[in-house]
């Protein structure tokens, strides 16, 4: 998917992967902004306490940092959002920080969906689409399963094409 190209990682997108990619983008947006609930599970992984044991103290560190912490989530899910073909496929040309943004953005949307879809450390990516499609191939499961793999690839390919420079 994305390559080295001179100082530049480069990669082709059908239309469907940039449908996909600014869903996922503008949904991340959409939980950091609107969303934003410190009792949901998914923005507990994306804003971790830092003294897990020490309550009051991850508070008091939260209130200082969690305001420019979502800003640049906001802003990164952003770049992918800026960075694709504004309609149908296209070409995406990235510098190394909008590449780094782009990375920080995914592992965001793959950190939420894994919440959401129960994705555990030992979980077994493919036998669990596997079984997702045995039990019904046109599930919103087998969906967001595919589209968190797929993300996963997106993320190894422009890592790839990253550290290639």
Known sequence: MFRRQGTQCVASFAQDEVRVLRKVASEVVGLLTDGFDHDDPVVDRLFPAIYPDQPAES?????????????????????IL??????????VSLDAEEAEAWLRAINDARLAMGIRLEIRPETDLGEELDDAVLHDPTSTRVFQLSVYAYLGYLQES???ALIEG
């Open 158 to 160: 422009l890592l790839h």
């Open 82 to 91: 800026a960075g694709l073909p504004s309609e149908g496929a296209g070409d």
């Open 59 to 79: 508070e008091e560190v939260r209130r200082y940092t969690e305001g420019d912490l979502k800003t640049a989530k906001i802003d990164q899910a952003g770049a």
